[in-house]
């Protein structure tokens, strides 16, 4: 399915090339399309459910998309060809509405848990300025998107939280355009998460739609970052759809002293260095973004952009070179404000702020890829991130559709992220079985994300095992761990294993001279359930966990952070327990609506204590 997505995206978006990758770029989105100027699609759509899939495959189940008549086609496109009888089975002017972004799982009751396929249509307004280009970019659609516009198919794509788009130029019609998608949020065997994981999987058109104009040339994408080992320096790398010769990319940063002017070379790809006034760099603690604008002839494009550096050196972690504990948490991509999947940039602030009011200086965005919005507001906040893609528990470590997919995945969020001075951390996967195919799975990854950006540390969310002999020590050995920069892991001492007063016999063993970062921790509590602190499920358990665990993790010599399991109470459809699960997964620091559990003052003392202590450093 994915090498059809990657063809037919490459045919429809013919133009986009770079000498090194000419096949990504000509298939990565163009970055910066919620800046740019364009029309946007959000609002109300209408949709059909579609559990059969009958607007797709035909009787003999055979895609409609592969029939040459066109009285084969499908009925749910919203044309109809002229020989067709007038037999027709659907209306999606008569059909219910639907928001767009969201998720369907919470606008309507009867979809809450539903998992298949619908077809969402949005009749829009679109024309595009003389001699503009237009394309159609969506933030994400899960899990796989099949597009068709005034009744001609798009294209299709892959994998629920990553942006994707198609050149819609010459397809534009006067008048009214029909805009048909097809979602469908099935759980695949040979998916990519598979079928098993612990969050809700909200289908849907879940983030914003736009179709963004552009010049005939146009700056594809861009990056921009130190050079290494200075701190007066830029290199700009940039892709130009369909250069010309006569034209030049210039690159303005009024702050630094930066404006001048380069040639891209024949395929429309440039790297240059420009020498800056001075820079400061971007911090926890000033998160200093600098205006940044890039024209290329009636192009134009503006950024805020921060620079730092990430290294580590021994069991430390630097921050511009110096050492910093990572006071994380993890979240993932539900909203507090609205208890749905979470989309906008008031989603972010308030994820975000609860982070700082936690004294957090970083984030792990869990599980996969989260919108834009929120490494945006994190660079802006001054939070350190951690992003991931949902490579998670038992993938297929054998298939290579399924590595093409993972790969395709962590390609499509670099792409997008990686003017981001906020991420510091690319994470390939989360509690990982090893064995031989999933090594070797794991570092191809790595390769790409070391290959598509240097500036960054690698990590992975790990596991460790028990000594058969000594069943306090625990074990934190993976072969994997010795091509990540950090040493992660997850733990539930007190929780999956035993109570928490276990946590003060525990001995680790993590022989890597790498800073250590615990990537989960944590147990379940509702809020407003109280009781004994030994009872499970009350604020007062949980509470005891996070006493009897910091210092538990104290002791881990080269320990430089940890990211908690988990900010707000999250939807899971592994936690059905009625009366204090409800198919919320309650280790939550915060209710989902927000409410404060006993334990966040716990973490929130911590913070405040580490965050005096390594200031001083
Ligand atoms: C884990 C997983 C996370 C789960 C969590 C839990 O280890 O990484 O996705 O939600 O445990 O609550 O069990």
């Given at each position: 399915m994915l090498a059809t997505t990657l063809i037919i995206a490459?045919?429809?978006?013919?133009?986009?090339?770079?000498?090194?990758?000419?096949l990504l770029?000509?298939v990565l989105?163009?970055?910066?399309?919620?800046?740019?100027?364009?029309?946007?699609?959000?609002?109300?759509?209408?949709?059909?459910?579609?559990?059969?899939?009958?607007?797709?495959?035909?009787?003999?189940?055979?895609?409609?998309?592969?029939?040459?008549?066109?009285?084969?086609?499908?009925?749910?496109?919203?044309?109809?060809?002229?020989?067709?009888?007038?037999?027709?089975?659907?209306?999606?002017?008569?059909?219910?509405?639907?928001?767009?972004?969201?998720?369907?799982?919470?606008?309507?009751?009867?979809?809450?848990?539903?998992e298949?396929?619908?077809?969402?249509?949005?009749?829009?307004?679109?024309?595009?300025?003389?001699?503009?280009?237009?394309?159609?970019?969506?933030?994400s659609a899960n899990y796989e998107a099949h597009?068709?516009?005034?009744?001609?198919?798009?294209?299709s794509h892959v994998g629920g939280f990553t942006?994707f788009?198609?050149?819609?130029?010459?397809?534009?019609?006067?008048?009214?355009?029909?805009?048909?998608?097809?979602?469908d949020n099935k759980r695949l065997r040979e998916g990519v998460p598979t079928l098993n994981t612990d969050w809700?999987n909200?289908?849907?058109?879940?983030?914003?739609?736009?179709?963004?104009?552009?010049?005939?040339?146009?700056?594809?994408?861009?990056?921009?970052?130190?050079?290494?080992?200075?701190?007066?320096?830029?290199?700009?790398?940039?892709?130009?759809?369909?250069?010309?010769?006569?034209?030049?990319?210039?690159?303005?940063?009024?702050?630094?002293?930066?404006?001048?002017?380069?040639?891209?070379?024949?395929?429309?790809?440039?790297?240059?260095?420009?020498?800056?006034?001075?820079?400061?760099?971007?911090?926890?603690?000033?998160?200093?973004?600098?205006?940044?604008?890039?024209?290329?002839?009636?192009?134009?494009?503006?950024?805020?952009?921060?620079?730092?550096?990430?290294?580590?050196?021994?069991?430390?972690?630097?921050?511009?070179?110096?050492?910093?504990?990572?006071?994380?948490?993890?979240?993932?991509?539900?909203?507090?404000?609205?208890?749905?999947?979470?989309?906008?940039?008031?989603?972010?602030?308030?994820?975000?702020?609860?982070?700082?009011?936690?004294?957090?200086?970083?984030?792990?965005?869990?599980h996969y890829p989260?919108?834009?919005?929120?490494?945006?507001?994190?660079?802006?906040?001054?939070?350190?991130?951690?992003?991931e893609i949902p490579v998670y528990w038992t993938i297929q470590w054998d298939n290579p559709s399924t590595l093409e997919n993972a790969r395709n995945q962590l390609r499509e969020l670099i792409?997008?992220?990686?003017?981001?001075?906020?991420?510091?951390?690319w994470s390939m996967a989360n509690e990982t079985p090893v064995s031989e195919g999933r090594n070797a799975f794991l570092l191809k990854l790595v390769e790409d994300a070391?290959a598509m950006?240097?500036?960054?540390?690698i990590?992975a969310a790990m596991?460790?095992?028990?000594?058969?002999?000594?069943?306090?020590?625990?074990?934190?050995?993976?072969p994997f761990?010795?091509h990540?920069?950090?040493?992660?892991?997850?733990?539930?001492?007190?929780?999956?294993?035993?109570?928490?007063?276990?946590?003060?016999?525990?001995?680790?063993?993590?022989?890597?001279?790498?800073?250590?970062?615990?990537?989960?921790?944590?147990?379940?509590?509702?809020?407003?359930?109280?009781?004994?602190?030994?009872?499970?499920?009350?604020?007062?358990?949980?509470?005891?966990?996070?006493?009897?665990?910091?210092?538990?993790?104290?002791?881990?010599?080269?320990?430089?952070?940890?990211?908690?399991?988990?900010?707000?109470?999250?939807?899971?459809?592994?936690?059905?327990?009625?009366?204090?699960?409800?198919?919320?997964?309650?280790?939550?620091?915060?209710?989902?609506?927000?409410?404060?559990?006993?334990?966040?003052?716990?973490?929130?003392?911590?913070?405040?204590?580490?965050?005096?202590?390594?200031?001083?450093?």
């Amino acid at each position: 399915m994915l090498a059809t997505t990657l063809i037919i995206a490459q045919c429809l978006m013919a133009s986009t090339v770079s000498q090194a990758e000419p096949l990504l770029y000509s298939v990565l989105p163009i970055s910066n399309s919620l800046q740019r100027e364009g029309i946007s699609l959000n609002g109300e759509w209408k949709m059909l459910v579609d559990p059969y899939e009958n607007g797709y495959y035909n009787y003999r189940w055979e895609p409609f998309d592969q029939q040459e008549s066109p009285d084969r086609q499908s009925y749910f496109l919203d044309v109809k060809p002229a020989d067709r009888s007038d037999r027709i089975e659907y209306d999606f002017d008569k059909a219910e509405s639907i928001n767009v972004p969201g998720d369907w799982n919470t606008q309507h009751e009867k979809l809450y848990f539903y998992e298949g396929s619908v077809w969402y249509r949005k009749a829009f307004e679109c024309s595009p300025p003389e001699g503009m280009r237009a394309f159609l970019v969506f933030g994400s659609a899960n899990y796989e998107a099949h597009a068709y516009l005034n009744g001609k198919k798009l294209g299709s794509h892959v994998g629920g939280f990553t942006p994707f788009q198609f050149e819609i130029t010459d397809l534009l019609r006067e008048g009214t355009q029909s805009l048909v998608v097809k979602v469908d949020n099935k759980r695949l065997r040979e998916g990519v998460p598979t079928l098993n994981t612990d969050w809700w999987n909200y289908g849907g058109l879940t983030r914003d739609v736009r179709v963004v104009f552009v010049p005939q040339s146009f700056i594809h994408s861009f990056t921009l970052k130190l050079k290494p080992g200075s701190r007066d320096t830029v290199i700009l790398e940039a892709w130009i759809d369909n250069p010309s010769t006569d034209k030049q990319l210039k690159l303005v940063i009024p702050e630094m002293g930066i404006d001048q002017d380069f040639q891209a070379d024949e395929q429309g790809h440039i790297v240059v260095e420009a020498q800056a006034r001075r820079i400061y760099m971007w911090s926890t603690t000033s998160p200093k973004l600098y205006d940044v604008a890039l024209a290329y002839g009636d192009d134009h494009l503006t950024d805020q952009i921060g620079f730092r550096t990430i290294t580590t050196e021994g069991q430390d972690i630097l921050l511009n070179g110096r050492p910093v504990f990572l006071r994380g948490i993890s979240i993932h991509e539900e909203s507090p404000l609205t208890q749905a999947r979470a989309h906008s940039r008031e989603d972010a602030e308030a994820l975000l702020s609860a982070a700082k009011e936690l004294g957090c200086n970083m984030v792990r965005l869990a599980h996969y890829p989260h919108n834009e919005h929120m490494a945006r507001v994190a660079d802006e906040m001054g939070i350190m991130v951690w992003e991931e893609i949902p490579v998670y528990w038992t993938i297929q470590w054998d298939n290579p559709s399924t590595l093409e997919n993972a790969r395709n995945q962590l390609r499509e969020l670099i792409h997008r992220d990686r003017n981001r001075a906020s991420v510091i951390i690319w994470s390939m996967a989360n509690e990982t079985p090893v064995s031989e195919g999933r090594n070797a799975f794991l570092l191809k990854l790595v390769e790409d994300a070391r290959a598509m950006d240097s500036t960054r540390l690698i990590s992975a969310a790990m596991e460790y095992h028990r000594d058969p002999e000594n069943p306090q020590k625990l074990i934190v050995e993976d072969p994997f761990a010795d091509h990540t920069d950090i040493v992660s892991f997850n733990q539930y001492v007190g929780w999956y294993y035993g109570m928490p007063q276990d946590c003060a016999n525990i001995e680790w063993h993590i022989p890597y001279d790498k800073p250590v970062f615990i990537s989960e921790f944590g147990g379940g509590a509702k809020f407003g359930m109280h009781g004994d602190h030994l009872d499970r499920w009350t604020e007062e358990f949980q509470h005891e966990l996070y006493q009897q665990t910091l210092p538990m993790l104290g002791k881990i010599e080269g320990l430089r952070g940890m990211s908690p399991w988990i900010l707000f109470d999250f939807r899971s459809p592994r936690r059905p327990l009625p009366e204090v699960q409800d198919f919320y997964n309650r280790k939550g620091l915060l209710s989902e609506k927000g409410e404060k559990k006993l334990a966040w003052y716990v973490l929130k003392d911590y913070y405040t204590d580490t965050d005096r202590k390594w200031r001083n450093r």
